[in-house]
């Protein structure tokens, strides 16, 4: 099977860069939920911003109507709330030190629609408050930067941030690279490689490392940011650089 992403940009010359986007992923397909005749759903949460509040952070989003939203732990540690009715939630997620992942999802009974988007708190969210999908853009809710994120498979990087107005002037390594702005003001920019590299944004210059080898969902210190790997299935790997905000 080939990679994820690798597979997205080949979609990408014949068509356009990640058109659907990462803004798109809590709209993902719903699925239903003990009803045998169709007539009720559950549809993944969709977290939209992620705030550091005192020893908390608070997560803020939406989902269906009065639903039971659950922020999950790998080990099952969870905090859980009522969605209002219009959908929007509220969570307030209590930090420590450590690293923090979390699966946002509906649940409903005993079952539960899952969020394909994990939420990452670097450092109880003292470092970047990101969003993580196989193949997909890394969402980063801490700010606004120059350059958010490079994702990559070791065969294609996408390149990410936001922007208010036209997409900025992107190179790697010397070599121009097109980038485009969707509805929600977020640009991206995807080509072949992977490896070690010098990224230039609007002449604001990024070292990205490359992959690394460290364990699956650790975020390191790589170079003037952070960088993490998880798997993506089939054998896969997918790898996140963020930048520091300060550069």
Known sequence: MKRRIAAMVATVVALSIVASGCADQGESPARPVDDPDGSAWAQPPHVETA???GADVVVRGRAGPDARVVLRGPDGAAVAVA???????????????GDIRLTPEVQIGEDAAPSPETLLLVRGGAGPLLLIAAGQPTRRLDGRGVLDAVDS???AVILSGRTAADPPTVTINGA?????VDAAGVWRATAQGGGASTIDI?????????????????????GEGWRLTWPTGSGGRQTTWLPDRSS
């Open 51 to 53: 705030v550091r509040d």
């Open 83 to 97: 969605a209002d009715k219009a959908g929007r939630f509220e969570l307030r997620v209590p930090t420590g030190p």
């Open 153 to 155: 498979d070791g065969a």
């Open 176 to 180: 121009r690279v097109a980038a485009r």
């Open 202 to 222: 609007d002449g604001v210059r990024f070292a990205f490392p490359g992959l690394g080898s460290q364990s699956d969902f650790i975020p390191v210190r790589a």
